[in-house]
């Protein structure tokens, strides 16, 4: 459409031009139309050479401009660099999901009076992703959950863990989203694919936040009702992370809590946060409901934890998470 060699100030009129001519009015028998436009574009540099990364960048740039309606926007490497990013994850999540490439990890949390392990957590990671660091959890699950990939990402991993998980006596437990505990299908399918794998539902902790737990209460206890009827049990993530309430604790059917890594952070040094932990341990206990720890990583905190009376506590000291390759024998204890 025009040429490089007129400079980026020419490149930017004759598409501020472009962009009056799109979007002039349009006069019909209907009466006057309005269409509007919104242009992306990129000047070919080092950092960006191939053809396909350069019409990524302009697409960036064009979003850019659709969102804050500013009609033509040149790319910026300061202010798109984290959209590029994730567009870029958000394409390779694509393919990599179907591909297999996403794979199951899982973190052991153990019992405290033993050191057992009495769970495993199940974890999504993206080894060998292609990109410079491979993109963490935090990354991909937001763009997954934004496509409609969550059950697809679950369905996979699950598939992968439940043979390790099958041969231990562990349970296994699983993140669920807002828009999977409100499906009417997301049970029956988790209850068909554990079936497959003869692994009982008595087995399987389905780990709510109290993001989750907050949004449309009533219906979620219900659905909540329902898995426990089905011999799930439910767990209350990250217990204490935001805007926790007790009444939250006698409304929703739970079979456990977990606390979060924020309690952990300042155990040691703060009388009044371990308190708390003391507190809301004997709450739990008085409610016949299991108190579980995050964050556990070193062994003063490990034991200052126990001797809280927690039941249970999982953190990078207890066990890192792992890719799902080891051998279900080791998977008894944490080291």
């Known amino acids: 459409l025009m040429s490089p060699s007129h400079g980026r100030e ?58 804050e309606h500013l009609g033509v926007v040149e790319f910026d490497p300061v202010v798109d660099s984290a959209a590029l990013a994730s567009s870029a994850i958000e394409l390779a999540l694509r393919q990599a999901l179907p591909a297999g490439r996403i794979r199951a990890a899982l973190q052991p949390i153990i019992s405290v009076s033993d050191g057992k392990i009495v769970s495993l957590e199940l974890l999504a990671r993206w080894p060998g992703s292609g990109f410079p660091r491979d993109p963490a959890p935090n990354d991909f699950i937001p763009i997954a959950e934004r496509l409609g990939l969550l059950n697809d990402m679950l369905w996979s991993t699950l598939s992968e863990a439940l043979p390790v998980v099958a041969g231990t006596n562990s349970c296994l437990a699983i993140n669920v989203s807002p828009s999977q505990l409100t499906s009417r299908l997301f049970l029956a399918k988790l209850s068909a694919i554990i079936a497959r794998h003869h692994v009982p539902p008595q087995r399987i902790e389905l780990e709510i936040t109290e993001q989750v737990a907050f949004r449309n209460v009533t219906e979620n206890c219900a659905v909540l009702d329902e898995a426990r009827r089905l ?60 108190c579980s720890v995050e964050g556990i990583e070193c062994a003063e905190t490990a034991a200052l934890v126990a001797s809280f009376g927690c039941d249970q506590m999982q953190g990078y000291w207890i066990g890192m998470p792992e890719l799902v390759t080891a051998p279900a024998c080791l998977l008894e204890r944490a080291s």
């Open 10 to 67: 020419s490149a930017d009129l004759n598409l501020q031009a472009l962009h009056e001519c799109l979007t002039a009015p349009i006069y019909s028998e209907a009466g006057q139309v309005s269409v509007g436009a919104s242009i992306g574009w990129v000047v070919r540099g080092t950092a960006i050479m191939g053809v396909s990364e350069i019409f990524h960048a302009a697409d960036v740039a064009m979003r850019r401009a659709k969102v």
């Open 231 to 290: 011999g799930f049990r439910v767990v209350l993530d990250d217990f204490g992370s935001g805007y926790s309430s007790l009444a939250i604790l006698d409304r929703l059917p739970l079979d456990k809590i977990k606390l979060d890594r924020a309690f952990v952070a300042e155990l040691k040094e703060r009388a009044v946060t371990q308190k708390i932990m003391q507190a809301t341990v004997s709450l739990a206990h008085d409610l016949g409901i299991v």
